[in-house]
């Protein structure tokens, strides 16, 4: 029994039996036996034969990659040969009849499927696999996947030794982890540390190019050429597939999960493609909503958690539905969203064509809205082409009065499938003048002060005309019914605020 531990029961003894004396006590807490040097040695090599092990179970199935690509005229000569002489005119400079780019992969198939990173094969002419007992082999790409910077190769073997996986969700934050892949072309380096989060995300993607983030963090010290080597844990089952780091030697890289790899590396063998589902919405977590905007805490007192809505893309899934900017969707299918992650995870999840139920609290209220999957545009940057907004000195019209006509990105100038010309609104900031007019997202305005308007632009010149301190009225097309409204200015100035 440890001695802390004795202590606290016998100080409990005392307090029922007062009468008990010192030597008693000493008797009932004998000072446990220091650990001999030996049983210390003894522990010791059980930890370093768990490590060798793991190892030796896991590196042959791990691969090198080496990808080449012709340089193109705008490549520069980055050549420099052993003696570190520079490409700028040091000895034995030579331009590089290829440029190369070298990685780490692991085998999931014994007929020879293997997985690797997007970015180590990107735009290779040539991609050669070396396995562990040096034999080597011309790969075949099978697929890709952008979004999540998946690969998967395929070379002509049989009978090869294959990794096997762990559920991602069962991997908890502390417990150790191992990395295996080719630093600075030193092959099959082996390294270890510790799960030091899960879930990260938003680390890489951008508006025009979203990727699927959901990463494991770790501290093991990963560097370049270990990209798309695998993450494991004690027992050799892959957790996780690297391919990130934040910096050299900061001990901040970032494996993408096995389940998110097996559910895209499988589809991609089966099919050689994958299309992802989609909603065509921005979100934001409901805590960075208030911190944006503290005036918000008073709107979403009594919810704890949630995605917030920040805008919805013209024509997505969601512009079809009821959703609306502001929106906090609480669960998917009844699985509850913390943040934008969670919902990412889950949307993800789902087929395209799927109907998906989610649950939005707006205005106090919480109610289940349908909505159906589409999928993902294969080029977001046509879709996402936000126009320069002007700052708060000189503010846009559609900004004075509580009117979000572009807050989608991309929305096009004349309103498709519509007969009425007009400008569409999809999104109306709270408590503004358009909201207290009555205004929604969808609704289409087609005329400022009785003259007619023929898109965005023709709709902001209009407001921007408009000089009567009574403000602009608005002629507007919901579905399919006109009606009016008095885009009232007076209480501007308390736009967004309690």
């Given at each position: 029994m440890p001695t802390s531990r004795a202590a606290v029961l016998l100080f409990l003894c005392l307090l029922a039996a007062p009468g008990i004396s010192s030597r008693a006590q000493d008797a009932a807490s004998p000072t446990p036996a220091p650990l001999s040097p030996q049983a210390g040695n003894d522990l010791l090599h059980q930890i370093d034969e768990a490590s060798t092990s793991v190892f030796e179970k896991v590196a042959p199935a791990v691969v090198i990659i080496k990808a080449d690509k012709k340089p193109t005229a705008d490549d520069p000569d980055q050549t420099f040969d052993f003696n570190f002489h520079s490409p700028d005119g040091g000895q034995g400079s030579m331009p590089a009849p290829y440029a190369r780019s070298e990685g780490s992969g692991f085998i999931v198939r014994a007929d020879g499927y293997i997985y690797t990173?997007?970015?180590?094969?990107?735009?290779?002419?040539?991609?050669?696999?070396?396995?562990?007992?040096?034999?080597?082999?011309?790969?075949?790409?099978?697929?890709?996947?952008?979004?999540?910077?998946?690969?998967?190769?395929?070379?002509?073997?049989?009978g090869l030794p294959t990794v096997s996986f762990l559920d991602s969700d069962a991997v908890r934050v502390g417990q150790m982890c191992f990395a295996i892949g080719i630093p600075y072309n030193l092959d099959y380096s082996f390294c270890r540390g510790i799960v030091s989060g899960k879930g990260r995300g938003n680390l890489m993607s951008t508006d025009a190019e979203p990727?699927?983030?959901?990463?494991?963090?770790?501290?093991?010290?990963?560097?370049?050429?270990?990209?798309?080597?695998?993450?494991?844990?004690?027992?050799?089952?892959?957790?996780?597939?690297?391919?990130?780091?934040?910096?050299?030697?900061?001990?901040?890289?970032?494996?993408?999960?096995?389940?998110?790899?097996?559910?895209?590396?499988?589809?991609?063998?089966?099919?050689?493609?994958?299309?992802?589902?989609?909603?065509?919405?921005?979100?934001?977590?409901?805590?960075?909503?208030?911190?944006?905007?503290?005036?918000?805490?008073?709107?979403?007192?009594?919810?704890?958690?949630?995605?917030?809505?920040?805008?919805?893309?013209?024509?997505?899934?969601?512009?079809?539905?009821?959703?609306?900017?502001?929106?906090?969707?609480?669960?998917?299918?009844?699985?509850?969203?913390?943040?934008?992650?969670?919902?990412?995870?889950?949307?993800?999840?789902?087929?395209?064509?799927?109907?998906?139920?989610?649950?939005?609290w707006r205005a106090g209220k919480s109610f289940d809205l349908p909505i159906v999957t589409d999928s993902l545009p294969?080029?977001?940057?046509?879709?996402?082409?936000?126009?320069?907004?002007?700052?708060?000195?000189?503010?846009?019209?559609?900004?004075?009065?509580?009117?979000?006509?572009?807050?989608?990105?991309?929305?096009?100038?004349?309103?498709?499938?519509?007969?009425?010309?007009?400008?569409?609104?999809?999104?109306?900031?709270?408590?503004?003048?358009?909201?207290?007019?009555?205004?929604?997202?969808?609704?289409?305005?087609?005329?400022?002060?009785?003259?007619?308007?023929?898109g965005i632009s023709s709709c902001i010149d209009l407001l921007s005309a408009h000089s009567s301190a009574s403000g602009p009225e608005i002629t507007y097309i919901r579905k399919g019914e006109k009606g009016h409204a008095t885009l009232s200015t007076g209480d501007v100035d308390n736009v967004g605020k309690p």
């Open positions: 990173n997007y970015h180590v094969v990107e735009d290779t002419d040539k991609i050669a696999v070396i396995l562990r007992d040096n034999r080597r082999f011309i790969a075949r790409l099978v697929g890709v996947d952008e979004r999540t910077d998946i690969a998967v190769l395929k070379i002509d073997a049989t990727l699927y983030e959901d990463y494991i963090q770790t501290d093991a010290f990963i560097n370049p050429g270990n990209s798309g080597g695998p993450l494991f844990d004690i027992d050799g089952r892959v957790m996780g597939m690297i391919t990130a780091i934040n910096g050299i030697g900061r001990g901040l890289a970032f494996a993408i999960t096995s389940n998110m790899l097996n559910d895209v590396g499988g589809t991609l063998i089966a099919t050689g493609h994958i299309t992802h589902p989609w909603l065509g919405i921005e979100v934001k977590s409901l805590d960075k909503e208030i911190d944006e905007d503290p005036s918000a805490a008073s709107r979403y007192e009594g919810l704890a958690s949630g995605v917030c809505v920040d805008s919805i893309e013209a024509n997505a899934p969601a512009f079809k539905s009821d959703l609306r900017p502001k929106d906090i969707i609480t669960k998917v299918d009844g699985v509850p969203v913390l943040n934008p992650n969670d919902l990412q995870r889950e949307i993800l999840h789902k087929k395209i064509g799927q109907n998906v139920t989610l649950s939005v294969p080029n977001l940057a046509g879709v996402v082409q936000s126009p320069a907004r002007e700052t708060a000195a000189n503010p846009l019209p559609d900004a004075t009065y509580g009117i979000e006509f572009i807050p989608a990105k991309g929305q096009p100038e004349a309103v498709p499938g519509n007969a009425h010309a007009g400008a569409l609104i999809s999104a109306i900031i709270f408590d503004s003048p358009a909201q207290r007019a009555g205004l929604n997202p969808g609704d289409i305005i087609t005329e400022v002060d009785h003259q007619s308007v023929s």
